[in-house]
Protein backbone atom coordinates (compact mmCIF):
# COMPACT_ATOMS: atom_id res chain seq x y z
CA UNK A 1 0.00 0.00 0.00
CA UNK A 2 2.92 2.68 1.14
CA UNK A 3 4.32 1.68 -1.96
CA UNK A 4 2.15 2.50 -4.01
CA UNK A 5 0.94 5.67 -2.70
CA UNK A 6 4.84 6.69 -3.22
CA UNK A 7 4.45 5.94 -6.23
CA UNK A 8 1.74 7.63 -7.04
CA UNK A 9 2.81 11.11 -5.30
CA UNK A 10 6.34 10.42 -7.23
CA UNK A 11 4.30 10.36 -10.60
CA UNK A 12 2.10 13.70 -9.78
CA UNK A 13 5.39 15.17 -8.83
CA UNK A 14 7.01 14.29 -12.11
CA UNK A 15 4.20 15.15 -14.46
CA UNK A 16 4.08 18.60 -12.45
CA UNK A 17 8.09 19.49 -12.44
CA UNK A 18 7.34 19.71 -16.31
CA UNK A 19 5.91 23.07 -17.14
CA UNK A 20 5.21 23.68 -20.50
CA UNK A 21 4.41 27.12 -20.19
CA UNK A 22 7.52 28.02 -18.56
CA UNK A 23 10.61 25.79 -19.69
CA UNK A 24 13.77 26.16 -21.60
CA UNK A 25 14.21 23.44 -24.21
CA UNK A 26 17.78 20.93 -24.13
CA UNK A 27 19.41 22.97 -26.25
CA UNK A 28 22.73 24.18 -27.45
CA UNK A 29 23.07 27.31 -25.60
CA UNK A 30 19.71 27.15 -23.13
CA UNK A 31 19.75 27.99 -19.38
CA UNK A 32 17.92 24.85 -17.60
CA UNK A 33 15.11 26.64 -16.28
CA UNK A 34 13.86 29.86 -17.32
CA UNK A 35 14.30 33.13 -14.70
CA UNK A 36 14.96 37.21 -14.60
CA UNK A 37 18.11 37.85 -16.56
CA UNK A 38 19.30 41.46 -15.63
CA UNK A 39 20.83 43.48 -18.62
CA UNK A 40 19.83 41.20 -22.24
CA UNK A 41 21.07 43.11 -25.34
CA UNK A 42 19.30 45.58 -27.33
CA UNK A 43 16.70 43.53 -29.14
CA UNK A 44 16.41 40.49 -26.90
CA UNK A 45 15.70 42.98 -24.02
CA UNK A 46 11.83 42.30 -24.18
CA UNK A 47 12.60 38.73 -23.04
CA UNK A 48 14.30 40.07 -19.34
CA UNK A 49 12.07 39.18 -17.27
CA UNK A 50 11.78 35.85 -17.91
CA UNK A 51 14.31 34.10 -20.35
CA UNK A 52 15.86 31.13 -21.10
CA UNK A 53 18.99 32.80 -22.68
CA UNK A 54 22.08 34.39 -20.71
CA UNK A 55 23.39 37.91 -21.86
CA UNK A 56 26.35 36.83 -22.73
CA UNK A 57 24.34 34.79 -25.74
CA UNK A 58 22.19 38.20 -26.73
CA UNK A 59 25.05 39.95 -27.08
CA UNK A 60 26.75 37.42 -29.07
CA UNK A 61 23.42 36.53 -31.16
CA UNK A 62 24.07 40.35 -32.78
CA UNK A 63 27.59 39.58 -33.96
CA UNK A 64 28.27 38.33 -37.45
CA UNK A 65 29.84 34.91 -37.59
CA UNK A 66 29.35 35.00 -33.25
CA UNK A 67 30.70 31.48 -31.45
CA UNK A 68 26.58 30.78 -31.22
CA UNK A 69 26.94 28.41 -33.93
CA UNK A 70 29.54 30.15 -36.16
CA UNK A 71 26.66 31.04 -38.39
CA UNK A 72 27.43 33.36 -41.69
CA UNK A 73 24.45 35.58 -42.57
CA UNK A 74 26.62 36.98 -45.83
CA UNK A 75 27.11 33.77 -47.60
CA UNK A 76 26.05 35.38 -50.78
CA UNK A 77 27.47 39.30 -50.31
CA UNK A 78 26.74 41.01 -47.15
CA UNK A 79 23.63 41.05 -45.56
CA UNK A 80 21.23 44.27 -45.52
CA UNK A 81 20.69 45.50 -41.85
CA UNK A 82 17.22 45.31 -42.38
CA UNK A 83 17.14 42.02 -43.11
CA UNK A 84 19.59 41.11 -40.80
CA UNK A 85 17.94 42.23 -37.98
CA UNK A 86 15.21 40.07 -38.65
CA UNK A 87 17.31 37.31 -37.97
CA UNK A 88 19.08 38.47 -34.77
CA UNK A 89 15.48 38.72 -33.57
CA UNK A 90 14.76 34.96 -34.64
CA UNK A 91 17.77 34.43 -32.64
CA UNK A 92 16.65 36.08 -29.36
CA UNK A 93 13.15 34.31 -30.02
CA UNK A 94 14.94 30.93 -30.09
CA UNK A 95 17.65 31.33 -27.40
CA UNK A 96 15.29 33.41 -24.42
CA UNK A 97 11.87 32.38 -25.07
CA UNK A 98 10.28 30.47 -22.19
CA UNK A 99 7.17 29.82 -23.79
CA UNK A 100 7.73 27.79 -26.38
CA UNK A 101 7.00 24.26 -24.50
CA UNK A 102 3.82 22.97 -26.57
CA UNK A 103 5.83 22.38 -30.19
CA UNK A 104 9.38 21.38 -28.21
CA UNK A 105 10.11 17.86 -29.82
CA UNK A 106 13.14 15.61 -29.34
CA UNK A 107 15.87 15.27 -32.06
CA UNK A 108 18.87 13.21 -32.16
CA UNK A 109 21.49 16.02 -33.53
CA UNK A 110 25.04 16.50 -32.78
CA UNK A 111 24.42 20.27 -31.32
CA UNK A 112 21.14 19.71 -29.54
CA UNK A 113 18.48 17.18 -28.14
CA UNK A 114 15.55 18.82 -28.44
CA UNK A 115 13.78 21.44 -31.68
CA UNK A 116 11.11 23.52 -32.07
CA UNK A 117 8.34 21.84 -34.56
CA UNK A 118 5.89 24.60 -36.18
CA UNK A 119 5.40 27.00 -33.91
CA UNK A 120 2.48 29.85 -35.18
CA UNK A 121 3.79 32.80 -36.11
CA UNK A 122 2.11 35.51 -36.12
CA UNK A 123 1.13 37.03 -40.22
CA UNK A 124 3.05 40.23 -39.62
CA UNK A 125 6.35 39.02 -37.97
CA UNK A 126 6.39 36.93 -41.19
CA UNK A 127 5.65 39.23 -43.83
CA UNK A 128 7.47 41.91 -42.41
CA UNK A 129 10.69 39.27 -41.72
CA UNK A 130 10.21 38.93 -46.14
CA UNK A 131 9.38 42.27 -47.00
CA UNK A 132 13.29 43.24 -45.45
CA UNK A 133 15.00 40.36 -47.13
CA UNK A 134 13.32 40.19 -50.32
CA UNK A 135 16.42 42.12 -52.04
CA UNK A 136 19.10 39.98 -50.52
CA UNK A 137 20.51 37.13 -52.07
CA UNK A 138 21.15 33.24 -51.00
CA UNK A 139 22.01 29.81 -51.95
CA UNK A 140 19.91 27.42 -50.17
CA UNK A 141 15.79 27.10 -48.90
CA UNK A 142 16.84 25.11 -45.59
CA UNK A 143 19.47 27.04 -43.78
CA UNK A 144 19.76 24.23 -41.48
CA UNK A 145 21.30 21.48 -43.48
CA UNK A 146 23.55 20.97 -46.51
CA UNK A 147 26.25 23.79 -45.59
CA UNK A 148 29.82 23.14 -47.02
CA UNK A 149 31.62 23.76 -43.20
CA UNK A 150 35.03 22.89 -44.26
CA UNK A 151 36.25 26.70 -43.46
CA UNK A 152 34.54 26.34 -40.07
CA UNK A 153 31.84 28.52 -40.72
CA UNK A 154 28.93 28.07 -43.65
CA UNK A 155 29.51 28.07 -46.94
CA UNK A 156 27.10 27.63 -50.10
CA UNK A 157 27.93 23.82 -51.38
CA UNK A 158 29.11 23.94 -54.80
CA UNK A 159 26.07 22.66 -56.30
CA UNK A 160 24.39 25.81 -54.60
CA UNK A 161 24.36 29.61 -56.68
CA UNK A 162 23.50 32.51 -55.21
CA UNK A 163 20.02 33.79 -56.39
CA UNK A 164 17.50 36.32 -55.99
CA UNK A 165 15.43 36.24 -52.42
CA UNK A 166 12.01 36.04 -54.30
CA UNK A 167 13.43 33.10 -56.43
CA UNK A 168 14.46 30.87 -53.34
CA UNK A 169 11.27 32.15 -51.40
CA UNK A 170 9.34 33.41 -53.74
CA UNK A 171 6.61 33.76 -50.38
CA UNK A 172 6.61 34.83 -46.95
CA UNK A 173 5.42 31.71 -46.30
CA UNK A 174 7.91 29.37 -47.91
CA UNK A 175 10.59 32.01 -46.32
CA UNK A 176 9.33 31.05 -42.54
CA UNK A 177 8.25 27.49 -42.89
CA UNK A 178 11.38 26.41 -44.95
CA UNK A 179 14.34 28.77 -43.50
CA UNK A 180 14.81 26.85 -40.31
CA UNK A 181 13.14 23.29 -41.81
CA UNK A 182 9.90 23.61 -40.36
CA UNK A 183 10.22 25.25 -36.60
CA UNK A 184 8.43 27.82 -37.71
CA UNK A 185 4.52 27.44 -39.09
CA UNK A 186 2.99 29.87 -41.34
CA UNK A 187 -0.65 31.73 -39.85
CA UNK A 188 -3.01 34.12 -41.36
CA UNK A 189 -3.28 35.32 -37.81
CA UNK A 190 -2.57 38.96 -36.41
CA UNK A 191 -0.76 39.53 -33.60
CA UNK A 192 -4.09 40.45 -31.66
CA UNK A 193 -5.65 37.55 -32.50
CA UNK A 194 -3.75 35.68 -29.39
CA UNK A 195 -3.27 32.82 -30.75
CA UNK A 196 0.02 33.57 -32.68
CA UNK A 197 4.18 33.76 -31.70
CA UNK A 198 5.65 37.25 -32.10
CA UNK A 199 8.78 37.26 -32.77
CA UNK A 200 8.85 41.12 -32.30
CA UNK A 201 6.74 42.86 -28.86
CA UNK A 202 7.33 45.12 -26.51
CA UNK A 203 6.05 45.34 -22.75
CA UNK A 204 4.87 41.77 -21.11
CA UNK A 205 5.72 38.75 -23.31
CA UNK A 206 2.46 38.09 -25.10
CA UNK A 207 3.27 34.73 -25.93
CA UNK A 208 2.74 32.87 -22.47
CA UNK A 209 -0.67 33.28 -23.10
CA UNK A 210 -0.34 32.29 -26.95
CA UNK A 211 1.17 28.66 -25.41
CA UNK A 212 -1.66 28.57 -22.77
CA UNK A 213 -4.10 28.59 -25.74
CA UNK A 214 -2.37 25.85 -27.75
CA UNK A 215 -1.54 24.01 -24.65
CA UNK A 216 -5.38 23.55 -23.09
CA UNK A 217 -6.55 22.93 -26.63
CA UNK A 218 -4.41 19.92 -27.59
CA UNK A 219 -2.43 17.67 -25.38
CA UNK A 220 -3.00 19.76 -22.15
CA UNK A 221 -6.56 19.04 -21.39
CA UNK A 222 -5.41 15.56 -21.89
CA UNK A 223 -2.74 15.73 -19.66
CA UNK A 224 -4.30 17.68 -17.42
CA UNK A 225 -7.63 15.36 -16.67
CA UNK A 226 -4.15 12.77 -16.21
CA UNK A 227 -3.40 14.75 -13.15
CA UNK A 228 -6.49 15.05 -12.18
CA UNK A 229 -7.09 10.75 -11.82
CA UNK A 230 -3.69 10.49 -10.48
CA UNK A 231 -4.63 13.07 -7.55
CA UNK A 232 -8.11 11.32 -7.02
CA UNK A 233 -5.91 7.37 -7.09
CA UNK A 234 -4.07 9.22 -4.44
CA UNK A 235 -6.85 10.47 -2.20
CA UNK A 236 -8.29 7.16 -1.97
CA UNK A 237 -5.32 5.76 -1.36
CA UNK A 238 -5.29 7.91 1.64
CA UNK A 239 -8.85 6.87 2.54
CA UNK A 240 -8.31 3.63 2.41
CA UNK A 241 -4.52 3.79 4.86
CA UNK A 242 -6.75 6.09 7.29
C1 LIG B 1 30.55 34.84 -24.20
O1 LIG B 1 31.13 33.65 -23.69
C2 LIG B 1 32.09 33.05 -24.54
C3 LIG B 1 32.46 31.69 -23.94
O2 LIG B 1 32.72 31.78 -22.58
C4 LIG B 1 33.27 33.98 -24.74
O3 LIG B 1 34.21 33.39 -25.61
C5 LIG B 1 32.76 35.29 -25.34
O4 LIG B 1 33.79 36.23 -25.46
C6 LIG B 1 31.62 35.88 -24.49
N1 LIG B 1 31.04 37.00 -25.21
C7 LIG B 1 30.75 38.17 -24.66
C8 LIG B 1 30.15 39.18 -25.59
O5 LIG B 1 30.97 38.45 -23.50
Known sequence: MWGRLILLLALTSSTLSLDKLNMCMDAKHHKVQPGPEGLLYKQCSPWQSNACCTANTTEEAHDDNSYLYNFNWNHCGIMSDNCKRHFIQD?????????????????????????????????????????????????????????DWTSGTNQCPLNAKCRKWTDVYPTPQSMCEQIWSKSYLYTELAKDSGKCMQLWFTGPNPNQKVAEYYLNKGSGTHHNSYLVALLLLSVTSLNVLF
Open 91 to 147: TCFYECSPHLGPWIQKVEQSWRKERILDVPLCKEDCHSWWDDCKNDITCKTDWHYGW
